[in-house]
């Protein structure tokens, strides 16, 4: 039985954490977040503020297998892997690898479906309670295609869709331009996701969420998590790199591409690697865009967001600690013109943030098989901001003993 009476510490100050943090704090329990950072400073901050409701597809499925070899060998390709990191990476690959089984790929879909087909609407609930609602723009996403043969590429991604009842309307010619006129006329086809939303600042919006957490009597320190303190089972305390202590009762790890890090200091091993993403912030792009778009031919996305344009994608496997290669944000800015020919890069700025991959593409949500009151909430891989609010449920009613709304057997921490 949950007492509001004990300290709960949520470790991580991304957006799922702050948003767990508040949903907690909200149901009346004590909460302390802490993080190296300030909140909102890591993979949140330059995300691509996309509500990506039709994106929850796992990356092992065939139509990627078939491109992989391609794009590896592509210097300027959407997928790179840095050749001193390969051999970390293998046992991770090994479970990719055991993810593409036909049978398999059926129940990530529908695992992924069960929280996208709620994203949106939990979501929505959470920025109207924090006074939010204006930070959600009105308008979906194009999906482009110059060709007949892009888009049948891209089929086995709308036939999930369809097979789990996703909105979308495919388009032709004129009438992507009367959406969006800035696009090049060589996108002959476009399917319009019109529930995948974006927001104006995700930086912005994990600060404000902070604010309101707080405004509610939480707390937020900041620091380095090195270790926890236990005793019969439990987590007693959280230990700081300073030297602090933080006496908990319950602990949630939601540490991003960090978790596995706190993780093994709890004898509970989490397949969890960094997909880097790469964006560039353009504040004066010389176009204007109501829509958010992605080509998946070209492996990037554009989004008007943070009072500019960003534009972002592609995926680098080099781990944790390596520097980062611009190079990659300047490959996205030159695919985006495709798209986009008029797009200047006056104003840019280039960013580098490590979405938490899991070789399954479905992320780890609900508690420790190994020790009492240790919940996780990691592994969201580009779809941080899209599941933050259903994560924050989700965890809201394991932790206040409420029966939720879905079943989390295929997010449990053990399933590897």
């Given amino acids: 039985m949950t007492n509001s009476r004990d300290k709960t510490v949520v470790v991580g100050a991304g957006v799922i954490g702050v948003a767990i943090a508040y949903e907690l704090q909200r149901r009346g329990l004590s909460v302390e977040l802490v993080d190296r950072d300030a909140p909102g400073k890591g993979a949140s901050y330059g995300n691509m503020a996309s509500i990506a409701v039709t994106e929850f597809m796992p990356a092992s499925r065939p139509g990627v297998w078939a491109q992989m070899p391609k794009w590896l060998l592509d210097p300027e390709g959407p997928v790179r892997i840095r050749p001193a990191y390969m051999p970390k990476l293998i046992p991770w690959f090994l479970r990719f690898l055991a993810a593409s089984r036909p049978s398999k790929l059926r129940e990530l879909e529908a695992a992924g479906a069960n929280l996208c087909s709620r994203a949106l609407e939990d979501f929505e609930a959470l920025l109207k309670e924090t006074g939010l609602t204006y930070m959600l723009s009105g308008e979906g996403c194009l999906s482009l295609y110059t060709d007949e043969a892009e ?160 534009v972002g994608g592609t995926v680098e496997m080099a781990g944790l600690d390596a520097a980062p290669d611009y190079r990659r944000a300047k490959v996205l800015v030159k695919r985006a013109r495709e798209a986009l020919p008029d797009l200047r890069a006056d104003g840019a700025t280039e960013w580098m943030g490590h979405r938490p991959a899991l070789p399954d593409t479905v992320p780890i949500i609900g508690p420790s098989v190994k020790h009492r009151g240790v919940y996780y909430a990691t592994g969201h891989g580009h779809l941080g901001l899209t599941y933050a609010a259903t994560t924050a449920r989700l965890i809201g009613d394991l932790m206040t003993d409420q029966t939720p709304p879905i079943d989390l057997k295929p997010y449990r921490v053990d399933r590897f």
Avoid: C
Avoid at 162 to 173: A, D, N, P, V, Y
Avoid at 200 to 207: A, E, F, K, M, W
Avoid at 250 to 278: D, M, Q
């Fill in 151 to 310: 888009f049948r590429a891209d089929r086995d991604h709308i036939e999930i869709l369809e097979r789990f009842g996703f909105r979308h309307q495919i388009l032709r010619g004129d009438a992507i331009r009367d959406l969006e006129p800035a696009l090049a006329s060589k996108i002959a086809k476009a399917v319009l996701f019109p529930d995948n939303r974006s927001v104006s600042d995700p930086y912005r919006l994990v600060t404000a969420l902070a604010e309101r957490f707080q405004a509610l009597g939480g707390t937020i320190g900041t620091g380095e998590v090195v270790g926890f303190e236990q005793g019969d089972g439990n987590v007693s305390a959280v230990r700081l790199a300073d030297g602090r202590r933080l006496s908990a009762d319950r602990v949630v790890l939601a540490a991003g591409a960090f978790t596995a890090r706190l993780s093994r200091l709890l004898g509970e091993l989490i397949p969890l690697e960094t997909e880097r993403g790469y964006h560039t912030q353009i504040m004066a792009p010389g176009i204007s865009m109501r829509h958010s778009i992605i080509w998946p031919a070209r492996a990037f996305m554009v989004t008007p967001t943070a009072g500019g344009i960003r």
